[in-house]
DNA sequence: GCCGTTTTCGGCCCGACTGTTTTCAGTCG
């Protein structure tokens, strides 16, 4: 039983139990349960095997034991028996926006629907305007949020919805009665995908904003409109929020908006522990009277704590670590002094060795480690050995011409199936790095392709594991690589574990980051660049060691370059 | 369901917008 299928069926049970109505904080925590599994980073089957299921927050008494009937028996009387009462496709219906538990009971009671399908036709039919409470308003509106459904099921990569975002905060900032104006939301956290665009803006006319907001370029359709909030969709289907309040309540605005929920939950929390109410707008104290923040700054200090940057706002320990002012300082791309993982021409980059040297240098690098593929991708114009060597040459002409800055001469070397690479290790030991990689095989069952990336990681040659998990956001999962395993064997071995910072595979991710810091495991941030403009990718790499709470000293390429290859495992 | 600088029981975040309402429930973030 993965962590995926616990957190589906916990995620459905608190879908089933909002709709019979129970209680709602009964429903929230298995939410919050389902949530903290998701962040957990790795096997929960593990902790259950050690009997350490209650350390996962969230995971009571009442849960342990449903969990563990779950994995003795992989199966749930408790959720076979919710489905007696509402059926799974009930549940399904509260994915289309608008439709919530209500709404889904409604449908289902008085009409037998349940999927999606059967809610389209029904309103196309006009069914929907007869019920109780709905009117053909609702009924258009729930057909919108079934199109919107269709049209973006999934939530899209933080690279794509980047650009649109600083198009929207352009066109507010470019308004006369706009104060300020930002993103917030995941977007400002940096996941590495977002739902939807959050944008926020300061004016003293907030009404005069949304009414602009909803006429601009590429918006399609507008979900709702008040004086202080807005809901669009743009063409693409994407939805963004705005919201609008007086400059003098920026800061809180900005905290609001940026999220997580369940941080913002824990921050209200403990605000009433010191007898304050907290909001976007603001504190209010008990006799009515209001504590305004016109920087986040003072959100933050008003409840005792450090200011918490936004990556690390998930509620994953981070407000602990403020009150206690022991907040992490995290990495920043200031401190990267140089990059491991570069094509150039010679295999399937796009640009010379001089050209992303040129470049390197311009990003303000030391060093460089030129990375091509090598013969074991043949798609890739991967070298062999006679033009590896040639290759040398041509980087050892290049670095007689720079001051302060040298090339080093990697490659990126095939894992073969069996787990060998497809260099001797005589050919590796004339190498400076070696990052080593999967490219093939990744459909291998768990086992086999773990076992093969461990082969790697005891190879003394080998530096660093690339893109460790072999995703793709939006089109390819993860292999089944157990990362928990791969983590224990660079524990053991001190091979440094890659966050390759290309938008769309920020792998490791977020999580296992954070897990590989816990474990004193060495990361490396890289840009796997195939271009000139894909060296620019180290910054997603870096947002992404900071949301896994990465600081300076466990990113090996922050080092001095004589530093750098004293701490590598050359044998 | 969880959980403990007041708690092993009684709490558990806060507000905006919409539609169908005649004072508010539902949904969302």
Not at 194 to 203: H, K, P
Not at 213 to 238: H, M, S
Request: include cysteine.
């Amino acid at each position: 039983m993965t962590n995926e299928e616990v957190i589906e069926i916990l995620r459905r049970i608190a879908d089933m139990l909002e709709i019979k109505g129970e209680d709602r904080y009964r429903v929230m925590a298995y939410r919050r349960a389902a949530d903290n599994i998701a962040h957990l980073g790795r096997d929960l089957s593990d902790l259950w095997q050690e009997g350490r299921l209650r350390e996962v927050p969230g995971i009571g008494e009442a849960l342990e034991k449903k969990l563990d009937e779950l994995f003795r028996t992989g199966r749930l009387g408790y959720y076979e028996d919710l489905q007696e009462e509402v059926p799974v496709g009930v549940a399904s219906l509260m994915a289309i926006p608008e439709v919530g538990p209500r709404t889904a009971k409604l449908l289902w009671e008085r009409l037998g629907l349940m999927s999606v399908a059967e809610v389209e036709k029904a309103a196309r039919e006009g069914k929907l305007r007869e019920l109780p409470g709905l009117g053909a308003r609702s009924e258009q509106r729930i057909l919108e949020g079934i199109e919107a459904l269709y049209r973006r099921s999934t939530r899209i990569p933080l690279y794509v919805a980047w650009p649109i975002a600083q198009d929207l905060v352009a066109q507010l900032r470019a308004l006369p009665v706009v104060e300020q104006a930002d993103a917030a939301g995941s977007l400002r956290r940096m996941k590495e995908t977002v739902g939807d665009i959050d944008l926020l803006a300061s004016s003293v006319e907030p009404a005069a904003v949304t009414d602009a907001f909803v006429k601009f370029r590429r918006v399609k359709e507008i979900a709702a409109q008040g004086p202080a909030k807005a809901t669009v969709r743009l063409d693409n289907g994407l939805q963004v929020d705005l919201m609008v309040l007086e400059p003098a309540r920026f800061g809180s605005l900005l905290q609001h908006f940026t999220g997580s929920k369940a941080h913002n939950i824990a921050l209200r929390e403990r605000a009433i522990k010191q007898g304050l109410s907290l909001s976007e707008h603001g504190f209010k104290r008990q006799d009515g009277s209001e504590i305004l923040c016109r920087s986040e700054e003072e959100v933050y200090q008003a409840l005792g704590l450090q200011w918490i940057p936004p990556e690390l706002r998930e509620d994953r320990g981070e407000i602990e670590m403020a009150a206690a002012g022991r907040l992490p300082k995290l990495v920043e791309l200031g401190d990267i002094r140089g990059d491991l993982h570069v094509h150039t021409r010679w295999s399937d980059g796009a640009a010379t060795i001089e050209e992303v040297a040129n470049k390197a240098q311009a990003l303000g690098y030391e060093y460089l480690v030129i990375s091509d593929h090598t013969k074991g991708l043949g798609v890739a114009n991967g070298l062999d050995e006679a033009r590896l060597r040639e290759q040398r040459r041509e980087i050892d002409r290049l670095n007689d011409t720079f001051d302060n800055f040298r090339l080093l001469q990697g490659a990126e070397v095939e894992i073969r199936g069996d787990g060998s690479l497809d260099f001797p290790d005589e050919v590796l030991a004339e190498l400076d790095v070696v990052v080593a990689s999967i490219h093939s095989g990744l459909r291998q069952d768990r086992e086999t392709i773990t076992a093969r990336m461990i082969k790697a990681m005891r190879n003394p040659h080998v530096d660093i594991i690339g893109h460790p998990s072999g995703r793709i956001l939006g089109q390819r999962e993860a292999s089944l690589v157990d990362l928990d395993d791969v983590l224990i064997e660079a524990q053991k071995t001190g091979t440094i574990l890659e966050i390759d910072g290309i938008p769309d595979r920020l792998d490791l991710d977020d999580v296992h980051v954070r897990r590989a810091v816990e474990m004193g495991v060495r990361l490396s941030i890289d840009s796997d660049a195939h271009s000139l403009d894909g060296l620019e990718a180290m910054y997603y790499g870096v947002m992404t060691a900071r949301r896994g709470w990465a600081e300076k000293k466990h990113i090996v390429n922050t080092l001095p370059l004589v530093e750098l290859l004293a701490s590598l495992k050359r044998p």
